[in-house]
């Protein structure tokens, strides 16, 4: 079975401050990854995937096989980032959907 | 363009009463998804459909029926509905699965509720 995990559902941290946003999955195969973000009163929409290995309004995310891991960093967290962030699996033309992690940066 | 819209937004139903969730992509995409979201969950897909006349379960199909007649509309059916639908609904398309270019659009939601 393909799982994600999102071990934390709320985060805050103050702004300038790092953040990390956790997941991890189960796959048995070559894992396809992304991160998805909901700001507050829009649409889900996609942040990152691990196959473009982009940065993206300052985020980045390393796939780790060994850990099972794909886990979103910020060096420096700005207000704009709270929000919704939901990591996702994809195999063959599957969706997994991690419970998400609130994002809150604190003034 | 619209990109992904769906109608109708709220919907109250009784139980055992069928309705049709309508998902419309302007965008020419070939692959359409259904999802539904619980309270404090992530999405579980429900259906897709890899182009017009082909569809496939996803993780949580029991309970729904999709058709895919043309590459712009993707209905999501519900028969009976059962309190256990109720649920926060997305409708997503996107292009082809090459990786490196590959990103699904969602819509707005619909917000279900089957007393």
């Known amino acids: 079975a393909q799982r994600v995990t999102q071990p934390e559902k709320l985060l805050s941290v103050f702004k300038g401050a790092p953040v990390e946003l956790k997941c991890n999955y189960s796959?048995?195969?070559?894992?396809?990854l992304f991160w998805y973000v909901q700001y507050s009163r829009q649409r889900l929409q996609l942040l990152l995937r691990?196959?473009s290995r982009e940065s993206i309004k300052g985020f980045t995310a390393d796939l780790n096989k060994g850990e099972t891991s794909f886990h979103l960093k910020k060096p420096f967290a700005q207000e704009e980032d709270s929000a919704m962030y939901y990591c996702?699996?994809?195999?063959?033309?599957?969706?997994?959907f991690g419970t998400g992690t609130s994002l809150t940066v604190i003034p | 363009n619209a990109g992904v819209t769906q109608t109708p937004k709220f919907r109250i139903l009784k139980i055992g009463q069928s309705m049709t969730l309508q998902c419309t992509q302007d965008?020419?995409?070939?692959?359409m998804y259904w999802y539904r979201q619980d309270p404090g969950m992530g999405l579980k897909l429900i259906y897709y459909?890899?182009?017009?006349?082909?569809?496939d379960k996803g993780e949580v199909p029991n309970g729904y029926n999709v058709s895919r007649s043309t590459t712009e509309d993707f209905p999501l059916r519900l028969e009976l509905a059962a309190p256990s639908q109720t649920s926060v609904y997305f409708c997503?398309?996107?292009?082809?699965?090459?990786?490196?270019?590959?990103?699904?659009?969602f819509g707005p939601g619909t917000r279900l509720t089957v007393t």
């Open positions: 965008m020419n995409h070939n692959y």
């Open positions: 997503a398309s996107g292009r082809g699965m090459a990786h490196s270019s590959y990103e699904q659009y």
């Open positions: 459909s890899v182009g017009a006349g082909i569809t």
């Open positions: 691990h196959i």
């Open positions: 796959y048995s195969g070559s894992p396809e």
């Open positions: 996702a699996l994809m195999t063959g033309n599957q969706f997994y």
